[in-house]
Every structure is written in structure tokens, then in C-alpha cells.
């Protein structure tokens, strides 16, 4: 029996596994356990679904933060960073569509109606609420959600399933392993000298806490990249009442696209797309649909949210030589148009750069080098000898780096070196199988080793927002489920 535990949302309250001494951690148990390492959106789903499918499961939440369940992406505070999609679409069960909505209905924040585009910081504290109800413990069997606030730093298989080595040597013994590591900050946008990356000008994770609060109102910005995170640093830079010129670069010089009306729609072609498996085949098909739209009065928009069920299916079917094609020249233009701003933002954006306080520069940076306590940036625009600007704060808001031959941080490290982990070729995340176990050096899937989130861009491309993360969630949890003995 688990008993169930009322805590405050002051993080300084939640209780965690440190505290107890659990028989979660003892591999005798009879209990199904199972470790989940990360609890932003992904991890926090696949708990919640796992509690569903195995009651009796002992689930080990692994996550350093504060607070569990937000992640990197619900963690901002800041009131003028909005969710890039309506709340209707944002329950973290595909099964009960309205579960956000209604739980957002009964906040201050939409006590008049509820918002269109609701903030960032709030969806964090649905995920907070919603993953405390079930973080519990039972004095016999410790059965439940355990939130373990550390690090992971090494997994290995052991004879009745996996260890996963905690930060100050401790060891959870688990039958499955799940990483849901999430995102990780920008890669550097120059390789050739890393004598920039060490000044202090320069700020390679645009969401650490003080990388804008200590930027002064009069001094210098030049950001590199013009998607979703440029636009939330210079809606911040606006609110702090940032008055100096921001200088953006930007390879394709392209904003994201506003969102249009809620309730458009255009009906579903996918069979015309099922057996198409070139880039230029697929294009051709959604060009026609584009026109047809057009003369019937429908927007863009509308023909690609059709496509969004199936996006990961288009993907798949693409041989790896075309889905190169495909990164190499319209993934850029895909994602300005797939990852809309909310319409408010958009508008922010373009009114300031039309009285100047935005001045994009359309190109790719080749060189950036110290100049005393600034940082002097060269922006190449084609063959033209290339353009010099200088700037007291640069920032990198390029996206996330997402090929694992690259991450560093220690548990990626030693299942790379151990063979368990495989970057897959296109650099966009982990090589695993249809159920997302990861897949070995010698290609065969571990029994015991999962992934879910962005690691699994490889699989379906689109692999970071909500009701793509859920869908995973609940499908791994029923797998996970199913290979327990004795539970089918």
C-alpha cells in the first residue's frame, strides 16, 4: 500500500529520497524498479505513465534541480516567455486532452478566461502539482514515485537488470534504466579558436539564471540565431528595459513564423505522402496542397499542422542520404515554419525592429576573437569579404546541441565508451530501436536500457514538444509494462 504524501510546492519542502533509507534500493525486492534519469517534460510523463500501468512499481526519478517535474524548458520564471502553443494542446495525458486546460482554468492567471498562449512558468508549476500528488512511500515497500535530487553518473548492467551510480557513490539497482536527459546547451558557433569560449563576454547557455540580469541597460548585444530563444532574450532584454542596439546573425535571416487562428484546419493527405521517400517527392505533394489551400482561401498554416501526426512516419520513410538532404537545405525553413511564435511576440519582434532596436544580420559567423572586454564578431555573407561587429555580451541562441558523439558530461561519456550508447550519423541524436531501447555498438537493442525526449530525434525528427513526448511516454511505459514477469 502506498501512502501518499501532501507536499508544499516550496521546493525547500519537497521531500526526497535522500532523506529515507528506501527497500527501493535493495535488489532483492519483488517490486518492479525502475529508474528514470531526468525529470523535465519527458521524464515526468513516463513517471506518471508508469504509475498507471505498474502500481506497484517502485519509479526513481533522478534529477539534480530544485524542483522536479519543469525540466530546462518550464523552468523560466520570467512572466514574458510564453508557451509557443495553445493550452488545449498541452495535457500530459493524450487521454484526457482537457487535463491542462482545466487544471489552468482553476489559476489566478486565468481566473477572467484562459489565455491563448499561457507563460512558460506556469505549465512548470502544472508539471510541479501534478508529479507531487504521486511523489509518495509506503514503510513496507517504498512502492511509488521517488524523487532522487542528484546526478547520475554512471549505469551499468548488472545480473538483475542495471546500477545506476549516483553522484555521491550510492547505487540504485533497477530491472530498467530510462534516460531522459532533455536538451543540452548550444554547441559553439566557432571551432577553429576556443579563446572566446573562456571570456566572460560570451555566454554559450542563454538560460543559465544571471546570463541577462547582468547585462546593463546601455551595453552592447550581439545574438547568434533568430529562433524561439533569440525571440525570448530580446522579449527579457525589453522588459529590463534594455536600451543599446541588440545585433542579431543569423544564417537564413529568417524569425519564426506567428501562429494563426485556433480554428483553422485543412483535412489530412498523408496517403498521398506514405509512399513517397525523397525529399523532392514529398515537397512536390505538400507544394500542391499549399496551392490548394490558397484557392480556397486557407493559409499555410492548416496544410502542415495536418502533417503533424504523421511527421514522424515521413521522416522514417526517407532513406539516410535524403533525410541529410533534408537537414542540409530545408530544415531551417521547416523549423521557422513548424515553430511558430505566439502571435503577441511576433508583433514584439517586429516593432523593434522596425524603430531600430533589433538590427538583424543575415549570414554565418566565421571568426570571433577578444578584444579587450568585448568580443569582436566576423559575419560572412557569401563570398564577400566579411563583416566585423563588436559587442560587449554575446550570446548563443543557436539550439540545443543534440549529437551525442559531443556531450560530455559523464554518464553519456562511460555508455559511449562502453559501447551502450550509439550517436546516430546525422548528429541528431541516440540509434535505438522502435521502442527506444538504445541500440549498442554492434547494433543489437539493450533489454534494459531506454531513452525517450530529443535523444529520439533520430526515430521521428520531431521529438521535443508535448503531445510527441507523451505519446512516447505512454507507449515506453506499456513496453516497460509488458516485459515485467508475471504483470501481462
Same mark, same amino acid.
Not at 175 to 184: I, M, T, Y
Not at 252 to 265: C, F, I, K, M, V
Not at 288 to 304: E, F, M, N, S, T
Not at 347 to 354: F, G, K, R, V
Given at each position: 500500500?502506498?501512502?501518499?504524501?501532501?507536499?508544499?510546492?516550496?521546493?525547500?519542502?519537497?521531500?526526497?529520497?535522500?532523506? @529515507?533509507?528506501?527497500?527501493? %534500493?535493495?535488489?532483492?525486492? +519483488?517490486?518492479?524498479?525502475?529508474?528514470? %534519469?531526468?525529470?523535465?517534460?519527458?521524464?515526468?510523463?513516463?513517471?506518471?505513465?508508469?504509475?498507471?500501468?505498474?502500481?506497484?512499481?517502485?519509479?526513481?526519478?533522478?534529477?539534480?534541480? *530544485?524542483?522536479?517535474?519543469?525540466? &530546462?524548458?518550464?523552468?523560466?520564471?520570467?512572466?514574458?516567455?510564453?508557451?509557443?502553443?495553445?493550452?488545449?494542446?498541452?495535457?500530459?495525458?493524450?487521454?484526457?486532452?482537457?487535463?491542462?486546460?482545466?487544471?489552468?482554468?482553476?489559476?489566478?492567471?486565468?481566473?477572467?478566461? &484562459?489565455?491563448?498562449?499561457?507563460?512558460?512558468?506556469?505549465?512548470?508549476?502544472?508539471?510541479?502539482?501534478?508529479?507531487?500528488?504521486?511523489?509518495?512511500?509506503?514503510?513496507?515497500?517504498?512502492?511509488?514515485?521517488?524523487?532522487?535530487?542528484?546526478?547520475?553518473?554512471?549505469?551499468?548492467?548488472?545480473?538483475?537488470? =542495471? +546500477?545506476?551510480?549516483?553522484?555521491?557513490?550510492?547505487?540504485?539497482?533497477?530491472? @530498467?534504466? %530510462?534516460?531522459?536527459?532533455?536538451?543540452?546547451?548550444?554547441?559553439?558557433?566557432?571551432?577553429?579558436?576556443?579563446?572566446?569560449?573562456?571570456?566572460?563576454?560570451?555566454?554559450?547557455?542563454? $538560460?543559465?539564471?544571471?546570463?541577462? !540580469?547582468?547585462?546593463?541597460?546601455?551595453?552592447?548585444?550581439?545574438?547568434?540565431?533568430?529562433?524561439?530563444?533569440?525571440?525570448?532574450?530580446?522579449?527579457?532584454?525589453?522588459?529590463?528595459?534594455?536600451?543599446? *542596439?541588440?545585433?542579431?546573425?543569423?544564417?537564413?535571416? =529568417?524569425?519564426?513564423?506567428?501562429? /494563426?487562428?485556433?480554428?483553422?484546419?485543412?483535412?489530412?493527405?498523408?496517403?498521398?505522402?506514405?509512399?513517397?521517400?525523397?525529399?523532392?517527392?514529398?515537397?512536390?505533394?505538400?507544394?500542391?496542397?499549399?496551392? #490548394?489551400?490558397?484557392?480556397?482561401?486557407?493559409?499555410?498554416?492548416?496544410?502542415?499542422? !495536418?502533417?503533424?501526426?504523421?511527421?514522424? =512516419?515521413?521522416?522514417?520513410?526517407? *532513406?539516410?542520404?535524403?533525410?541529410?538532404?533534408?537537414?542540409?537545405?530545408?530544415?531551417?525553413?521547416? !523549423?521557422?515554419?513548424?515553430?511558430?511564435?505566439?502571435?503577441?511576440?511576433?508583433?514584439?519582434?517586429?516593432?523593434? &525592429?522596425?524603430?531600430?532596436?533589433?538590427?538583424?544580420? +543575415?549570414?554565418?559567423?566565421?571568426?570571433?576573437?577578444?578584444?579587450?572586454?568585448?568580443? #569582436?564578431?566576423?559575419?560572412?555573407? /557569401?563570398?564577400?569579404?566579411?563583416? $566585423?561587429?563588436?559587442?560587449?555580451?554575446?550570446?548563443?541562441?543557436?539550439?540545443?546541441?543534440?549529437?551525442?558523439?559531443?556531450?560530455?558530461?559523464?554518464?553519456?561519456?562511460?555508455?559511449?565508451?562502453?559501447?551502450?550508447?550509439?550517436?546516430?550519423?546525422? /548528429?541528431?541524436?541516440? #540509434?535505438?530501436?522502435?521502442?527506444?531501447?538504445?541500440?549498442?555498438?554492434?547494433?543489437?537493442?539493450?533489454?534494459?536500457?531506454?531513452?525517450?525526449?530529443? !535523444?529520439?530525434?533520430?526515430?521521428?525528427?520531431?521529438?521535443?514538444?508535448?503531445?510527441?513526448?507523451?505519446?512516447?511516454?505512454?507507449?515506453?511505459?506499456?513496453?516497460?509494462?509488458?516485459?515485467?514477469?508475471?504483470? =501481462?
Amino acid at each position: 500500500m502506498s501512502v501518499m504524501l501532501n507536499i508544499p510546492l516550496d521546493a525547500r519542502n519537497i521531500q526526497h529520497d535522500r532523506k @529515507f533509507s528506501y527497500p527501493s %534500493v535493495n535488489k532483492t525486492t +519483488t517490486h518492479p524498479v525502475i529508474t528514470i %534519469v531526468g525529470a523535465g517534460f519527458a521524464g515526468t510523463a513516463l513517471a506518471l505513465q508508469l504509475r498507471r500501468e505498474l502500481p506497484q512499481a517502485i519509479i526513481h526519478l533522478v534529477e539534480p534541480r *530544485p524542483v522536479p517535474g519543469p525540466g &530546462l524548458a518550464y523552468s523560466s520564471q520570467r512572466p514574458e516567455h510564453l508557451l509557443n502553443v495553445r493550452p488545449r494542446s498541452l495535457s500530459l495525458y493524450a487521454d484526457q486532452p482537457e487535463h491542462f486546460a482545466e487544471w489552468l482554468h482553476r489559476q489566478p492567471e486565468a481566473a477572467a478566461d &484562459l489565455p491563448e498562449f499561457t507563460s512558460r512558468a506556469t505549465y512548470g508549476r502544472y508539471l510541479t502539482e501534478e508529479l507531487q500528488n504521486y511523489l509518495s512511500y509506503s514503510v513496507a515497500f517504498g512502492i511509488g514515485i521517488h524523487w532522487n535530487q542528484t546526478t547520475a553518473v554512471t549505469t551499468a548492467a548488472a545480473a538483475s537488470g =542495471r +546500477t545506476v551510480t549516483l553522484v555521491d557513490g550510492s547505487i540504485l539497482h533497477s530491472q @530498467f534504466v %530510462v534516460l531522459a536527459l532533455g536538451n543540452f546547451p548550444p554547441p559553439p558557433p566557432v571551432g577553429s579558436s576556443a579563446t572566446y569560449l573562456e571570456h566572460p563576454a560570451y555566454h554559450a547557455d542563454p $538560460w543559465k539564471l544571471d546570463t541577462l !540580469s547582468n547585462i546593463g541597460a546601455d551595453e552592447s548585444v550581439l545574438l547568434i540565431g533568430s529562433g524561439l530563444t533569440a525571440v525570448d532574450v530580446l522579449l527579457t532584454l525589453r522588459q529590463q528595459n534594455h536600451r543599446a *542596439p541588440v545585433a542579431v546573425v543569423a544564417r537564413h535571416g =529568417r524569425w519564426p513564423a506567428a501562429h /494563426g487562428p485556433a480554428e483553422a484546419s485543412y483535412p489530412d493527405f498523408y496517403a498521398e505522402l506514405a509512399t513517397q521517400t525523397t525529399v523532392l517527392e514529398t515537397l512536390a505533394v505538400l507544394r500542391h496542397h499549399l496551392k #490548394q489551400a490558397a484557392a480556397q482561401g486557407i493559409d499555410w498554416r492548416p496544410v502542415l499542422d !495536418s502533417l503533424r501526426p504523421h511527421l514522424g =512516419r515521413i521522416w522514417a520513410a526517407w *532513406p539516410l542520404a535524403e533525410q541529410r538532404r533534408f537537414l542540409r537545405h530545408l530544415a531551417g525553413r521547416w !523549423s521557422v515554419a513548424r515553430h511558430r511564435s505566439p502571435p503577441q511576440n511576433a508583433a514584439t519582434i517586429a516593432e523593434m &525592429l522596425a524603430n531600430g532596436q533589433v538590427q538583424l544580420h +543575415t549570414g554565418r559567423i566565421s571568426e570571433i576573437k577578444p578584444d579587450g572586454d568585448r568580443l #569582436q564578431v566576423c559575419v560572412q555573407h /557569401g563570398p564577400a569579404a566579411g563583416q $566585423w561587429l563588436t559587442a560587449q555580451h554575446i550570446i548563443c541562441c543557436t539550439g540545443p546541441l543534440l549529437d551525442y558523439a559531443r556531450i560530455d558530461i559523464p554518464l553519456v561519456r562511460s555508455l559511449r565508451e562502453s559501447g551502450e550508447l550509439t550517436p546516430d550519423p546525422l /548528429g541528431l541524436g541516440l #540509434q535505438t530501436d522502435a521502442h527506444g531501447a538504445l541500440l549498442a555498438a554492434d547494433g543489437r537493442p539493450s533489454s534494459t536500457l531506454f531513452t525517450l525526449g530529443p !535523444s529520439r530525434r533520430p526515430a521521428y525528427f520531431e521529438s521535443t514538444a508535448v503531445p510527441e513526448l507523451r505519446q512516447q511516454a505512454a507507449a515506453l511505459a506499456s513496453e516497460l509494462a509488458r516485459r515485467v514477469p508475471g504483470n =501481462r
